[in-house]
């Protein structure tokens, strides 16, 4: 029973803490360096440039991961002293800094139970462990897989989707002149849902072969 039971924790647990993962590690410079620089990706109809962006994209990402004070961006401003963000981008920003901090908060309690369920099934039953994290694998693909599809074929409605969930209606709606949008326009969280889904499908297929690997040498 405890076995089984122990199964399907990590089973479930590996779906949402891959597509965590993926998440946290997008959420760093190196992924802003290459957006703003690649081929492709959209200027600032307003002016800014590449170098503004990869000065004051990073400022935007630090405030929410090492979850600093308001006034680390109320403070910010551009070369010419205006303010960088208006009060309804601060306020959402507040609102997308406390959304990530209780992601990563549960991330890190259900990580804890997830690693704990597996030692205890790599100790005992190696066989079961492989089987769980086979499952959680499988299970985390074909997930991906619909969200893909969704993204593919209607992004609009999965970006709406997206921030309904999270965010009160209304407070994620900006013009096209304010900054957030500026630093981080559509194509941008475009290509963050699909380096999340490569992530998280790489982070799937690395448990299907630890999964063989544990089978074979349980045999």
Request: charged fraction near 15%.
């Amino acid at each position: 029973m405890l076995t089984r039971f122990l199964m399907l924790i990590v089973t479930l647990l590996i779906p949402p803490l891959l597509c965590l993962v993926a998440v946290r590690a997008i959420m760093s410079p190196l992924f802003l360096q290459v957006e703003y620089t690649r081929a492709g990706f959209p200027d600032d109809p307003y002016g800014m440039t590449l170098s503004e962006r990869l000065s004051l994209g990073p400022r935007a990402v630090d405030y929410l991961i090492y979850d600093e004070s308001p006034e680390f961006l109320s403070a910010a401003t551009f070369s010419d002293g205006t303010q960088l963000f208006n009060e309804r981008e601060l306020i959402h920003m507040r609102d997308v800094q406390t959304v990530t901090r209780v992601a990563f908060s549960i991330s890190a309690a259900l990580g804890a139970i997830c690693i704990a369920s597996a030692l205890w099934l790599y100790r005992k039953e190696r066989v079961r462990l492989a089987a769980a994290l086979r499952r959680g694998a499988v299970t985390t693909v074909s997930i991906l897989a619909a969200i893909v599809v969704l993204v593919v074929t209607a992004w609009d409605r999965f970006f709406v989707l997206f921030h309904t969930l999270f965010f009160a209606d209304g407070t994620w709606y900006f013009p096209t002149s304010d900054t957030l949008i500026r630093l981080f326009p559509e194509q941008f969280w475009f290509d963050a849902a699909i380096a999340v889904g490569t992530l998280t499908f790489l982070g799937a297929g690395t448990l299907l072969l630890l999964a063989r690997r544990l089978a074979l040498n349980s045999d």
